[in-house]
Protein backbone atom coordinates (compact mmCIF):
# COMPACT_ATOMS: atom_id res chain seq x y z
CA UNK A 1 0.00 0.00 0.00
CA UNK A 2 2.75 2.53 1.14
CA UNK A 3 4.75 1.27 -2.31
CA UNK A 4 1.28 2.22 -4.21
CA UNK A 5 0.95 5.25 -2.84
CA UNK A 6 4.84 6.33 -3.43
CA UNK A 7 4.43 5.16 -6.78
CA UNK A 8 1.22 6.96 -7.21
CA UNK A 9 2.85 10.37 -5.90
CA UNK A 10 6.20 9.90 -8.04
CA UNK A 11 3.99 8.92 -11.01
CA UNK A 12 1.39 12.23 -10.54
CA UNK A 13 4.80 14.47 -9.97
CA UNK A 14 5.99 13.40 -13.35
CA UNK A 15 3.12 13.67 -14.93
CA UNK A 16 2.52 17.38 -12.90
CA UNK A 17 6.21 18.31 -13.86
CA UNK A 18 5.45 16.70 -17.45
CA UNK A 19 2.32 18.59 -17.75
CA UNK A 20 4.01 22.08 -16.45
CA UNK A 21 6.55 21.30 -18.87
CA UNK A 22 4.36 20.88 -22.21
CA UNK A 23 2.42 24.17 -20.99
CA UNK A 24 5.42 26.19 -20.32
CA UNK A 25 6.94 24.33 -23.99
CA UNK A 26 3.00 25.82 -25.62
CA UNK A 27 3.19 29.07 -23.51
CA UNK A 28 6.78 29.53 -25.39
CA UNK A 29 5.62 28.64 -28.75
CA UNK A 30 2.74 30.66 -28.82
CA UNK A 31 4.30 33.43 -27.32
CA UNK A 32 7.24 33.18 -30.34
CA UNK A 33 4.93 32.88 -32.68
CA UNK A 34 2.86 35.97 -31.34
CA UNK A 35 5.95 37.93 -31.17
CA UNK A 36 7.25 37.09 -34.59
CA UNK A 37 3.30 38.07 -35.62
CA UNK A 38 4.05 41.39 -34.06
CA UNK A 39 7.57 41.66 -34.91
CA UNK A 40 6.58 40.83 -38.58
CA UNK A 41 4.02 43.67 -38.52
CA UNK A 42 6.85 46.44 -37.57
CA UNK A 43 9.41 45.00 -39.73
CA UNK A 44 7.16 45.05 -42.82
CA UNK A 45 5.91 48.98 -41.64
CA UNK A 46 9.22 49.96 -41.78
CA UNK A 47 10.28 48.22 -45.10
CA UNK A 48 7.49 50.31 -46.88
CA UNK A 49 8.81 53.24 -45.36
CA UNK A 50 11.87 53.01 -47.52
CA UNK A 51 9.48 52.56 -50.57
CA UNK A 52 7.42 55.65 -49.68
CA UNK A 53 10.17 58.49 -49.42
CA UNK A 54 11.08 57.17 -52.90
CA UNK A 55 7.62 56.86 -54.29
CA UNK A 56 6.74 60.67 -52.96
CA UNK A 57 10.02 62.03 -54.69
CA UNK A 58 8.78 59.88 -58.05
CA UNK A 59 5.55 61.22 -57.55
CA UNK A 60 6.74 64.58 -56.73
CA UNK A 61 8.80 65.05 -59.98
CA UNK A 62 6.07 63.77 -61.82
CA UNK A 63 3.16 66.18 -60.34
CA UNK A 64 1.68 63.18 -59.42
CA UNK A 65 -0.53 65.28 -56.89
CA UNK A 66 -3.06 62.84 -55.32
CA UNK A 67 -0.55 60.02 -55.47
CA UNK A 68 1.93 61.97 -53.64
CA UNK A 69 -0.98 63.49 -51.12
CA UNK A 70 -1.85 59.71 -50.60
CA UNK A 71 1.66 58.16 -49.84
CA UNK A 72 2.47 61.69 -47.86
CA UNK A 73 -0.13 60.42 -45.16
CA UNK A 74 0.64 57.42 -45.28
CA UNK A 75 4.42 57.85 -44.35
CA UNK A 76 3.52 59.73 -41.80
CA UNK A 77 1.21 57.98 -40.12
CA UNK A 78 3.42 54.55 -40.36
CA UNK A 79 6.24 56.98 -39.05
CA UNK A 80 4.30 58.38 -36.08
CA UNK A 81 3.07 54.36 -35.48
CA UNK A 82 6.85 53.30 -35.36
CA UNK A 83 8.08 55.59 -33.02
CA UNK A 84 4.93 54.87 -30.45
CA UNK A 85 5.99 51.33 -29.87
CA UNK A 86 8.94 50.23 -27.59
CA UNK A 87 12.35 50.94 -28.76
CA UNK A 88 15.59 49.37 -28.34
CA UNK A 89 18.64 51.91 -27.67
CA UNK A 90 20.01 51.36 -30.77
CA UNK A 91 16.82 52.06 -32.40
CA UNK A 92 16.66 55.39 -30.22
CA UNK A 93 19.97 56.02 -31.37
CA UNK A 94 19.10 55.96 -35.10
CA UNK A 95 15.69 57.97 -34.54
CA UNK A 96 16.83 60.25 -32.01
CA UNK A 97 20.81 60.96 -31.67
CA UNK A 98 23.55 62.11 -33.73
CA UNK A 99 24.75 60.75 -36.50
CA UNK A 100 21.49 59.85 -37.87
CA UNK A 101 18.32 61.89 -36.11
CA UNK A 102 15.70 59.96 -38.32
CA UNK A 103 12.64 60.89 -36.92
CA UNK A 104 14.19 64.84 -37.35
CA UNK A 105 15.13 63.88 -41.28
CA UNK A 106 11.27 62.10 -41.80
CA UNK A 107 9.70 65.04 -40.14
CA UNK A 108 11.85 67.25 -41.81
CA UNK A 109 11.55 65.21 -45.58
CA UNK A 110 7.58 65.15 -45.06
CA UNK A 111 7.14 69.02 -44.22
CA UNK A 112 9.01 69.46 -47.76
CA UNK A 113 6.97 67.10 -49.74
CA UNK A 114 4.24 68.62 -48.05
CA UNK A 115 5.00 71.83 -48.58
CA UNK A 116 5.79 70.85 -52.40
CA UNK A 117 2.16 69.73 -53.01
CA UNK A 118 0.50 72.20 -51.23
CA UNK A 119 2.95 75.20 -52.59
CA UNK A 120 4.87 73.66 -55.94
CA UNK A 121 7.71 74.90 -54.36
CA UNK A 122 11.09 74.29 -56.32
CA UNK A 123 13.24 74.05 -52.66
CA UNK A 124 11.62 71.66 -51.28
CA UNK A 125 11.35 69.61 -54.30
CA UNK A 126 15.39 70.17 -54.32
CA UNK A 127 15.50 68.63 -51.03
CA UNK A 128 13.40 65.71 -51.49
CA UNK A 129 15.60 64.82 -54.43
CA UNK A 130 18.75 65.28 -53.04
CA UNK A 131 17.93 63.49 -49.63
CA UNK A 132 15.68 60.53 -50.32
CA UNK A 133 18.40 58.56 -51.07
CA UNK A 134 19.98 59.15 -47.87
CA UNK A 135 16.54 59.31 -45.84
CA UNK A 136 16.27 55.54 -47.94
CA UNK A 137 19.63 54.01 -46.52
CA UNK A 138 18.60 55.56 -43.17
CA UNK A 139 15.41 54.04 -43.16
CA UNK A 140 16.64 50.58 -44.53
CA UNK A 141 19.27 50.99 -41.36
CA UNK A 142 16.20 51.09 -39.11
CA UNK A 143 14.74 48.12 -40.62
CA UNK A 144 18.00 46.15 -40.40
CA UNK A 145 18.18 46.58 -36.55
CA UNK A 146 14.31 45.78 -36.26
CA UNK A 147 15.23 42.23 -37.62
CA UNK A 148 18.06 42.16 -35.77
CA UNK A 149 15.87 42.39 -32.74
CA UNK A 150 13.72 39.70 -33.68
CA UNK A 151 16.18 37.54 -34.26
CA UNK A 152 17.56 38.26 -31.21
CA UNK A 153 14.32 38.05 -29.49
CA UNK A 154 13.76 34.86 -31.28
CA UNK A 155 17.05 33.08 -30.26
CA UNK A 156 16.79 33.88 -26.62
CA UNK A 157 13.13 32.57 -26.78
CA UNK A 158 15.14 29.04 -28.82
CA UNK A 159 17.35 28.99 -26.24
CA UNK A 160 13.84 28.83 -23.71
CA UNK A 161 12.80 25.95 -26.03
CA UNK A 162 15.58 24.36 -25.65
CA UNK A 163 16.07 24.35 -22.09
CA UNK A 164 12.19 23.13 -21.50
CA UNK A 165 13.46 20.43 -24.07
CA UNK A 166 16.66 19.46 -21.88
CA UNK A 167 14.67 19.42 -18.85
CA UNK A 168 12.03 17.16 -20.03
CA UNK A 169 14.10 14.76 -21.20
CA UNK A 170 16.05 14.81 -17.93
CA UNK A 171 12.65 13.91 -16.58
CA UNK A 172 11.60 11.03 -18.72
CA UNK A 173 14.84 9.67 -18.35
CA UNK A 174 13.85 9.52 -14.56
CA UNK A 175 10.39 8.64 -14.59
CA UNK A 176 11.52 5.68 -17.37
CA UNK A 177 13.47 4.69 -14.17
CA UNK A 178 11.16 5.07 -11.34
CA UNK A 179 8.01 4.70 -13.01
CA UNK A 180 6.07 1.23 -14.23
CA UNK A 181 5.64 -0.01 -17.83
CA UNK A 182 1.88 2.38 -17.74
CA UNK A 183 4.41 5.32 -17.89
CA UNK A 184 6.13 4.23 -20.80
CA UNK A 185 4.03 5.09 -23.68
CA UNK A 186 3.41 8.35 -21.94
CA UNK A 187 6.75 8.95 -22.28
CA UNK A 188 6.94 7.79 -25.99
CA UNK A 189 4.23 10.07 -26.86
CA UNK A 190 5.80 13.26 -25.29
CA UNK A 191 9.41 12.54 -26.53
CA UNK A 192 7.64 12.32 -30.64
CA UNK A 193 5.86 15.66 -29.85
CA UNK A 194 9.10 17.35 -28.27
CA UNK A 195 10.87 16.20 -32.32
CA UNK A 196 8.07 17.02 -34.02
CA UNK A 197 8.42 21.02 -32.03
CA UNK A 198 11.86 21.02 -33.79
CA UNK A 199 10.92 20.40 -37.30
CA UNK A 200 10.29 24.25 -36.44
CA UNK A 201 13.50 25.15 -38.05
CA UNK A 202 12.59 24.03 -41.72
CA UNK A 203 9.65 26.03 -41.35
CA UNK A 204 11.59 29.05 -41.11
CA UNK A 205 14.21 28.13 -44.14
CA UNK A 206 10.83 27.24 -45.85
CA UNK A 207 9.18 30.87 -45.07
CA UNK A 208 12.41 33.17 -45.72
CA UNK A 209 12.57 36.21 -47.92
CA UNK A 210 15.25 35.40 -49.26
CA UNK A 211 16.25 32.28 -51.68
CA UNK A 212 18.47 30.05 -49.56
CA UNK A 213 20.09 26.96 -51.16
CA UNK A 214 23.01 24.45 -49.11
CA UNK A 215 25.40 22.40 -50.89
CA UNK A 216 27.84 19.37 -50.61
CA UNK A 217 31.09 19.72 -51.08
CA UNK A 218 31.06 18.70 -54.40
CA UNK A 219 28.76 22.04 -54.63
CA UNK A 220 25.21 20.06 -55.57
CA UNK A 221 22.26 21.40 -54.33
CA UNK A 222 20.74 20.09 -51.07
CA UNK A 223 18.50 22.06 -49.56
CA UNK A 224 16.40 24.47 -51.92
CA UNK A 225 13.33 26.53 -50.09
CA UNK A 226 10.10 28.21 -51.94
CA UNK A 227 11.84 31.45 -52.48
CA UNK A 228 14.68 30.16 -54.53
CA UNK A 229 11.52 28.39 -56.44
CA UNK A 230 10.15 31.36 -57.12
CA UNK A 231 13.43 33.17 -58.03
CA UNK A 232 15.24 30.75 -60.40
CA UNK A 233 12.20 28.81 -61.95
CA UNK A 234 13.61 25.15 -61.11
CA UNK A 235 11.29 22.99 -58.57
CA UNK A 236 13.15 21.35 -55.94
CA UNK A 237 12.54 17.52 -58.02
CA UNK A 238 14.36 19.33 -61.05
CA UNK A 239 17.01 20.76 -58.98
CA UNK A 240 18.00 18.78 -56.14
CA UNK A 241 21.84 17.56 -56.72
CA UNK A 242 22.58 19.39 -59.84
CA UNK A 243 25.80 21.44 -59.60
CA UNK A 244 24.70 24.76 -58.31
CA UNK A 245 27.10 27.25 -60.56
CA UNK A 246 25.88 25.44 -63.67
CA UNK A 247 22.45 26.24 -63.21
CA UNK A 248 22.21 29.03 -61.65
CA UNK A 249 25.49 31.33 -61.61
CA UNK A 250 27.81 30.77 -64.72
CA UNK A 251 31.47 30.72 -64.47
CA UNK A 252 31.39 33.68 -66.96
CA UNK A 253 29.40 36.17 -64.70
CA UNK A 254 31.84 36.39 -62.64
CA UNK A 255 34.52 38.75 -61.69
CA UNK A 256 38.26 37.34 -61.64
CA UNK A 257 38.67 38.22 -57.82
CA UNK A 258 35.54 36.31 -57.39
CA UNK A 259 36.01 32.96 -58.93
CA UNK A 260 37.32 31.01 -55.96
CA UNK A 261 33.56 30.49 -54.54
CA UNK A 262 33.44 27.96 -57.65
CA UNK A 263 35.69 25.55 -55.47
CA UNK A 264 34.74 24.36 -51.83
CA UNK A 265 38.16 24.55 -50.39
CA UNK A 266 38.92 28.30 -51.33
CA UNK A 267 35.60 29.31 -50.55
CA UNK A 268 36.69 27.40 -46.60
CA UNK A 269 39.45 29.89 -47.07
CA UNK A 270 38.00 33.05 -47.69
CA UNK A 271 37.86 35.30 -44.45
CA UNK A 272 34.92 37.61 -45.37
CA UNK A 273 32.70 34.49 -47.02
CA UNK A 274 29.78 36.17 -45.08
CA UNK A 275 30.50 39.11 -46.92
CA UNK A 276 27.62 39.97 -49.01
CA UNK A 277 28.80 40.19 -53.06
CA UNK A 278 26.58 41.39 -55.93
CA UNK A 279 26.91 38.99 -59.13
CA UNK A 280 24.59 37.63 -61.98
CA UNK A 281 22.52 34.90 -61.77
CA UNK A 282 20.61 32.92 -64.56
CA UNK A 283 17.29 31.72 -64.30
CA UNK A 284 15.75 28.50 -66.01
CA UNK A 285 14.26 30.27 -68.63
CA UNK A 286 18.02 31.92 -69.36
CA UNK A 287 17.31 35.42 -68.09
CA UNK A 288 19.98 36.75 -66.45
CA UNK A 289 19.69 39.30 -63.72
CA UNK A 290 21.41 40.75 -60.47
CA UNK A 291 21.23 39.36 -57.00
CA UNK A 292 23.15 39.69 -53.69
CA UNK A 293 24.47 36.48 -52.37
CA UNK A 294 26.44 35.43 -49.21
CA UNK A 295 28.11 32.41 -47.58
CA UNK A 296 27.87 30.14 -44.46
CA UNK A 297 29.55 26.82 -43.59
CA UNK A 298 27.59 24.22 -41.23
CA UNK A 299 28.03 20.74 -40.06
CA UNK A 300 30.29 19.84 -37.47
CA UNK A 301 33.11 18.85 -40.46
CA UNK A 302 31.95 22.07 -42.10
CA UNK A 303 30.89 20.27 -44.89
CA UNK A 304 27.69 22.09 -45.94
CA UNK A 305 27.90 25.46 -48.07
CA UNK A 306 24.62 27.30 -46.91
CA UNK A 307 24.04 30.30 -49.75
CA UNK A 308 21.47 33.02 -49.34
CA UNK A 309 20.49 35.50 -52.45
CA UNK A 310 18.46 37.83 -53.01
CA UNK A 311 16.78 39.13 -56.31
CA UNK A 312 17.87 42.96 -56.25
CA UNK A 313 17.40 43.68 -60.22
CA UNK A 314 13.86 45.92 -59.40
CA UNK A 315 15.97 47.35 -56.29
CA UNK A 316 18.68 48.87 -59.24
CA UNK A 317 15.51 49.45 -61.68
CA UNK A 318 14.42 52.17 -58.95
CA UNK A 319 17.81 53.23 -58.74
CA UNK A 320 18.23 54.50 -62.44
CA UNK A 321 15.00 55.62 -62.68
CA UNK A 322 15.60 57.90 -59.71
CA UNK A 323 19.04 58.93 -61.17
CA UNK A 324 16.83 59.79 -64.94
CA UNK A 325 14.32 61.31 -63.43
CA UNK A 326 16.22 63.68 -61.28
CA UNK A 327 19.06 64.81 -63.96
CA UNK A 328 15.90 65.51 -65.82
CA UNK A 329 14.32 67.78 -63.04
CA UNK A 330 17.52 69.47 -63.03
CA UNK A 331 17.73 70.15 -66.78
CA UNK A 332 14.72 71.67 -66.45
CA UNK A 333 15.69 73.88 -63.69
CA UNK A 334 19.15 74.61 -66.06
CA UNK A 335 17.08 75.41 -68.91
CA UNK A 336 15.12 77.83 -66.71
CA UNK A 337 18.15 79.64 -65.33
CA UNK A 338 19.61 79.84 -69.16
CA UNK A 339 16.19 81.58 -70.32
CA UNK A 340 15.97 84.02 -67.16
CA UNK A 341 19.90 84.99 -67.92
CA UNK A 342 19.24 85.28 -71.69
CA UNK A 343 16.07 87.13 -72.52
CA UNK A 344 16.96 91.01 -71.31
CA UNK A 345 20.21 90.77 -73.19
CA UNK A 346 18.41 89.58 -76.38
CA UNK A 347 15.32 92.08 -75.71
CA UNK A 348 18.53 94.88 -75.74
CA UNK A 349 20.26 93.99 -78.69
CA UNK A 350 16.77 93.55 -80.43
CA UNK A 351 16.10 97.08 -79.26
CA UNK A 352 20.13 98.31 -80.20
CA UNK A 353 18.98 96.44 -83.81
CA UNK A 354 15.61 98.68 -84.22
CA UNK A 355 17.52 101.54 -82.83
CA UNK A 356 20.32 101.61 -85.40
CA UNK A 357 18.11 100.15 -88.67
CA UNK A 358 15.89 103.81 -88.04
CA UNK A 359 19.55 105.80 -88.50
CA UNK A 360 20.77 103.60 -91.53
CA UNK A 361 20.07 105.52 -94.59
CA UNK A 362 22.59 102.57 -96.63
CA UNK A 363 20.02 99.92 -98.02
CA UNK A 364 22.62 97.26 -97.40
CA UNK A 365 23.25 97.63 -93.84
CA UNK A 366 19.61 97.69 -92.94
CA UNK A 367 19.40 94.63 -94.90
CA UNK A 368 21.80 93.25 -92.93
CA UNK A 369 20.23 94.95 -89.16
CA UNK A 370 16.97 93.01 -90.35
CA UNK A 371 18.71 89.56 -90.45
CA UNK A 372 20.22 90.47 -87.19
CA UNK A 373 16.84 90.85 -85.72
CA UNK A 374 15.53 87.76 -87.24
CA UNK A 375 18.23 86.13 -85.55
CA UNK A 376 17.41 87.22 -81.98
CA UNK A 377 14.15 86.31 -82.86
CA UNK A 378 14.84 82.65 -83.92
CA UNK A 379 17.45 82.33 -80.41
CA UNK A 380 14.29 83.88 -78.22
CA UNK A 381 12.30 81.10 -80.29
CA UNK A 382 14.02 78.69 -79.60
CA UNK A 383 14.92 79.14 -75.77
CA UNK A 384 11.05 79.49 -75.25
CA UNK A 385 10.40 75.98 -77.03
CA UNK A 386 13.15 74.37 -74.60
CA UNK A 387 11.73 76.19 -71.68
CA UNK A 388 8.05 75.03 -72.74
CA UNK A 389 9.60 71.54 -73.17
CA UNK A 390 11.00 71.11 -69.65
CA UNK A 391 8.61 73.08 -67.76
CA UNK A 392 5.50 71.24 -65.54
CA UNK A 393 2.35 70.81 -67.15
CA UNK A 394 -1.24 69.07 -66.06
CA UNK A 395 -2.90 66.77 -67.74
CA UNK A 396 -5.33 68.01 -70.00
CA UNK A 397 -7.30 67.33 -73.33
CA UNK A 398 -4.81 67.58 -76.22
CA UNK A 399 -4.69 66.18 -80.16
CA UNK A 400 -1.14 64.43 -80.27
CA UNK A 401 0.03 66.82 -83.52
CA UNK A 402 0.54 69.03 -80.19
CA UNK A 403 3.19 66.80 -78.66
CA UNK A 404 4.63 66.04 -82.07
CA UNK A 405 5.05 69.61 -83.50
CA UNK A 406 6.81 70.46 -79.95
CA UNK A 407 9.09 67.79 -80.49
CA UNK A 408 10.34 68.80 -83.71
CA UNK A 409 11.21 72.65 -82.93
CA UNK A 410 13.68 70.60 -80.48
CA UNK A 411 15.17 68.26 -83.34
CA UNK A 412 14.73 70.57 -86.35
CA UNK A 413 18.62 71.91 -86.39
CA UNK A 414 19.68 68.11 -86.31
CA UNK A 415 17.30 66.96 -88.91
CA UNK A 416 18.83 70.13 -90.89
CA UNK A 417 22.39 68.59 -89.77
CA UNK A 418 22.22 64.90 -91.01
CA UNK A 419 20.07 65.76 -93.82
CA UNK A 420 17.17 63.68 -92.42
CA UNK A 421 14.27 63.99 -94.71
CA UNK A 422 10.91 64.85 -92.54
CA UNK A 423 7.88 63.02 -93.71
CA UNK A 424 4.54 64.02 -92.26
CA UNK A 425 0.50 62.83 -92.32
CA UNK A 426 -1.52 63.96 -90.04
CA UNK A 427 -4.65 63.03 -90.21
CA UNK A 428 -6.06 62.52 -86.65
CA UNK A 429 -9.48 65.18 -84.94
CA UNK A 430 -9.19 62.95 -82.05
CA UNK A 431 -8.09 64.02 -78.67
CA UNK A 432 -6.46 62.47 -75.75
CA UNK A 433 -6.15 62.98 -72.02
CA UNK A 434 -2.54 62.99 -70.20
CA UNK A 435 0.46 65.33 -70.01
CA UNK A 436 1.08 66.90 -73.38
CA UNK A 437 5.04 66.91 -72.19
CA UNK A 438 5.13 63.79 -71.49
CA UNK A 439 4.51 62.03 -74.78
CA UNK A 440 6.69 64.66 -75.98
CA UNK A 441 9.13 62.97 -74.27
CA UNK A 442 8.65 59.50 -75.69
CA UNK A 443 8.57 60.73 -79.36
CA UNK A 444 11.69 62.57 -77.98
CA UNK A 445 13.28 59.38 -76.84
CA UNK A 446 12.14 57.38 -80.32
CA UNK A 447 13.63 60.13 -82.87
CA UNK A 448 16.45 61.03 -80.66
CA UNK A 449 17.17 57.24 -80.95
CA UNK A 450 16.83 57.18 -84.91
CA UNK A 451 19.15 60.37 -85.37
CA UNK A 452 21.45 58.42 -83.43
CA UNK A 453 22.13 55.99 -85.78
CA UNK A 454 21.83 58.02 -88.47
CA UNK A 455 24.76 59.61 -87.25
CA UNK A 456 26.92 57.00 -86.56
CA UNK A 457 25.68 54.75 -89.77
CA UNK A 458 26.04 55.82 -93.15
CA UNK A 459 22.58 55.87 -94.32
CA UNK A 460 22.08 57.22 -97.37
CA UNK A 461 19.10 59.64 -97.97
CA UNK A 462 18.02 58.68 -94.38
CA UNK A 463 14.40 59.71 -93.02
CA UNK A 464 11.61 59.50 -90.34
CA UNK A 465 7.53 59.13 -91.63
CA UNK A 466 5.70 60.31 -89.03
CA UNK A 467 1.98 59.29 -89.44
CA UNK A 468 -1.53 59.70 -87.26
CA UNK A 469 -4.09 58.33 -87.90
CA UNK A 470 -7.62 58.12 -85.97
CA UNK A 471 -9.08 54.32 -85.06
CA UNK A 472 -11.98 53.46 -83.72
CA UNK A 473 -11.09 54.14 -79.96
CA UNK A 474 -7.54 54.84 -80.42
CA UNK A 475 -5.07 57.30 -82.12
CA UNK A 476 -2.74 55.54 -83.52
CA UNK A 477 0.80 57.25 -83.77
CA UNK A 478 3.62 55.77 -85.96
CA UNK A 479 7.20 57.02 -86.49
CA UNK A 480 9.32 54.58 -89.35
CA UNK A 481 12.74 55.08 -90.59
CA UNK A 482 14.81 53.36 -92.83
CA UNK A 483 17.95 53.81 -89.97
CA UNK A 484 18.62 49.58 -90.29
CA UNK A 485 15.72 48.23 -88.17
CA UNK A 486 16.37 46.70 -84.57
CA UNK A 487 19.63 44.63 -84.22
CA UNK A 488 17.79 42.16 -81.64
CA UNK A 489 16.62 38.41 -82.11
CA UNK A 490 13.39 39.95 -79.73
CA UNK A 491 12.45 42.77 -80.58
CA UNK A 492 10.31 43.42 -77.56
CA UNK A 493 13.39 42.95 -75.34
CA UNK A 494 14.02 46.35 -75.75
CA UNK A 495 11.39 47.77 -73.54
CA UNK A 496 12.77 46.28 -70.87
CA UNK A 497 14.82 47.60 -68.01
CA UNK A 498 18.90 47.03 -69.04
CA UNK A 499 18.90 46.65 -72.54
CA UNK A 500 20.76 48.60 -74.42
CA UNK A 501 22.49 48.03 -77.82
CA UNK A 502 24.18 51.45 -78.12
CA UNK A 503 27.74 51.82 -77.76
CA UNK A 504 27.33 54.88 -75.98
CA UNK A 505 25.02 56.58 -72.87
CA UNK A 506 21.67 57.37 -74.46
CA UNK A 507 20.68 60.82 -73.75
CA UNK A 508 17.18 60.39 -73.83
CA UNK A 509 14.33 58.99 -71.53
CA UNK A 510 15.48 55.53 -72.58
CA UNK A 511 12.58 53.31 -74.30
CA UNK A 512 11.43 51.36 -71.04
CA UNK A 513 10.28 54.65 -69.38
CA UNK A 514 8.93 55.60 -72.81
CA UNK A 515 6.50 52.39 -72.08
CA UNK A 516 5.87 53.21 -68.61
CA UNK A 517 4.52 56.53 -69.67
CA UNK A 518 2.58 55.19 -72.35
CA UNK A 519 1.26 52.40 -70.44
CA UNK A 520 0.79 53.92 -67.15
CA UNK A 521 0.00 57.98 -67.79
CA UNK A 522 -2.10 57.24 -71.13
CA UNK A 523 -3.28 53.48 -70.27
CA UNK A 524 -1.96 52.86 -74.09
CA UNK A 525 0.24 50.12 -76.33
CA UNK A 526 3.75 50.72 -77.45
CA UNK A 527 4.97 48.49 -79.84
CA UNK A 528 8.11 47.83 -82.43
CA UNK A 529 8.99 45.76 -85.63
CA UNK A 530 10.82 45.90 -87.77
CA UNK A 531 9.78 47.45 -91.96
CA UNK A 532 11.48 47.85 -95.08
CA UNK A 533 14.88 47.84 -93.97
CA UNK A 534 13.93 50.20 -90.83
CA UNK A 535 11.99 50.08 -87.45
CA UNK A 536 8.60 51.16 -86.90
CA UNK A 537 7.36 52.13 -83.57
CA UNK A 538 3.30 52.12 -83.32
CA UNK A 539 1.74 53.54 -80.03
CA UNK A 540 -1.97 53.58 -79.66
CA UNK A 541 -3.48 56.20 -77.33
CA UNK A 542 -6.91 55.72 -75.89
CA UNK A 543 -9.24 58.22 -77.78
CA UNK A 544 -11.33 61.09 -74.96
CA UNK A 545 -13.32 62.46 -77.41
CA UNK A 546 -15.10 62.17 -80.92
CA UNK A 547 -12.94 65.41 -82.77
CA UNK A 548 -11.65 68.42 -82.15
Known amino acids: MIETISFTKRYITALSIIALLSILAYYNLNHLISSQSNDGKIINISSKQGMLSQQIALYAIYYKTENLRTNIILMEESHNLLI???????????????????????????????RFEENRDGRSLTYILQNSQKLLDNLDLATSIYVATTESNTIKLKN?????????????FFEAIFIF?????????VTKELI??????????????????????????QTYNH??????????????????FQKIILKESL???QEGILNFKKILEIENKEEVREIKAINKKGHTFPIRISFGISGEEKNMLIISMQDISKE???????????????????IAIIAHQWRQPLAQLSFNCMYIKKKLTDPELMEETAKNEEIIQFMSETITNFENFYKHVDNTIFNPTISINQTLLLLESSLKLYQIKLIQKFDSKMKIFGNSNSLSQVILSILQNTIDIIKISEIEDPFIHITLEDSDKFVVLKIADNAGGIQTPLINDI??????????????????????????QFHGIITAKNINNGAQFSILLPSCCDNM
Not at 160 to 172: R, S
Not at 181 to 189: D, F, N, Q, S
Request: proline share 4%; glycine share 4%.
Open 181 to 189: KPATKRITE
Open 255 to 257: PVE
Open 160 to 172: VEFFIFIFTLVTL
Open 316 to 334: ILKDKIMIQQAKFAALGEM
Open 227 to 244: MAEKIFGYTKEEIIGEPF
Open 84 to 114: SFPMSKELKKIYFEEPFFLDKNVRTYLYHAK
Open 495 to 520: FKPFHSNKNKLSTGIGLYMSKLIIEN
Open 196 to 221: KQHDYANTIIESNTNAIVTLDATLKI
